[in-house]
């Protein structure tokens, strides 16, 4: 084989590389990836239900001798009725929503309030949707005396 025909092989190899890492990165952008980040299918009704159920962080909640904090501490709520919660600070220092077990709603994704706004500071508030039965147990990260459930329950007929 002479010098120009091994070049010339080695330049259709070359080639024939660069167009197979193109079909890849092709195939993962369109195919893969868009299939493995598709949100599940739910039900419109559980996505825009009517109602949002309310907790507060009442006032003094920073103090680990208060019994009161998250209020209430445990809410029940419905798919497709109020599965929208939000949580206000009425407190005076800021506070978070944090899953106690790694909750990750298959919709919404991970529940905690860190994953989105950090701290919900003083007056502000932060929501979660819930499309899935359970009980989600959290706390406030820094005050970890902090705790809640939400029991989100199947509409009741």
């Known amino acids: 084989m ?3 025909q ?18 890849s990165i092709g195939y993962f952008q ?41 209020i209430p ?19 005076t220092t800021g506070h978070t929503v944090t899953t106690d077990d790694d909750a990750v709603d298959k919709y919404s994704g991970r529940f905690d309030s860190l994953e989105e706004i950090a701290l919900v500071q003083p007056g502000q ?3 979660f949707l819930f499309t899935q039965e359970g009980e989600f147990k959290y706390h406030c990260n820094p005050h970890p005396w902090m705790k809640g459930t939400v029991k989100v329950l199947r509409q009741k007929f």
């Not at 091994?6 to 079909?23: E, L, P, R, T």
């Not at 980040?37 to 309310?54: F, G, M, S, Y």
């Not at 445990?74 to 949580?87: F, G, H, M, P, S």
């Open 2 to 4: 002479t010098s120009t």
């Open 6 to 23: 091994q070049h010339s092989a080695f330049g259709i190899g070359v080639i024939a590389f660069v167009i197979a890492i193109a079909v």
């Open 30 to 70: 369109i195919v893969y990836f868009p299939e493995i980040n598709k949100k599940p299918v739910i039900a419109i009704e559980i996505l825009e239900p009517p109602e949002t159920a309310e907790v507060r962080m009442v006032e003094g909640s920073v103090n680990p001798n208060q019994a009161d904090n998250f």
């Open 73 to 91: 501490k445990l809410i029940e709520v419905q798919l497709a009725v109020d599965n929208r919660v939000r949580w206000t600070n009425d407190d």
């Open 125 to 127: 508030s932060w929501e």
